[in-house]
């Protein structure tokens, strides 16, 4: 099972709005999510937030790039960021991504 959390132990129920980007060569790549409807956000417990963990049955991925986004003092998105510098950290993430997708009914689409 393909799942993310923000702190270990409780799964994530909101599902992001990701964008990615690869360089030409395919040497790297970056991952960019945005939740706008967290739980966590809605508990205004952000400071539980240790990182982003991505995990499934090939093991876990993990970036400590996790930002709050406020507006007017409120919590209103929470935005991570998985750096990939390589090309073997490209395919598991998209390997990753794939199950997570398969199995929340998300699509793709390339602009």
Not at 13 to 41: C, Q
Not at 55 to 63: A, F, H, Q, R, Y
Not at 83 to 107: I, N, Q, T
Request: hydrophobic fraction near 35%.
């Amino acid at each position: 099972m393909a799942q993310i959390e923000f702190t270990k132990g409780i799964i994530e129920e909101s599902i992001p709005d990701v964008k990615i980007t690869r360089a030409r060569d395919g040497s790297n790549g970056t991952a960019t999510f945005r939740f706008e409807e967290s739980p966590i956000l809605e508990s205004g417990n952000t400071q539980a937030v240790t990182g982003m963990y991505l995990t499934d049955e090939e093991g876990e991925l993990s970036t400590r790039e996790v930002k709050c986004k406020f507006i007017n003092g409120e919590p209103v998105a929470l935005e991570a960021i998985y750096v990939m510098k390589s090309v073997e950290e490209w395919d598991r993430f998209m390997r990753f991504m794939e199950r997570y997708a398969e199995e929340h009914g998300l699509g793709f689409t390339k602009s």
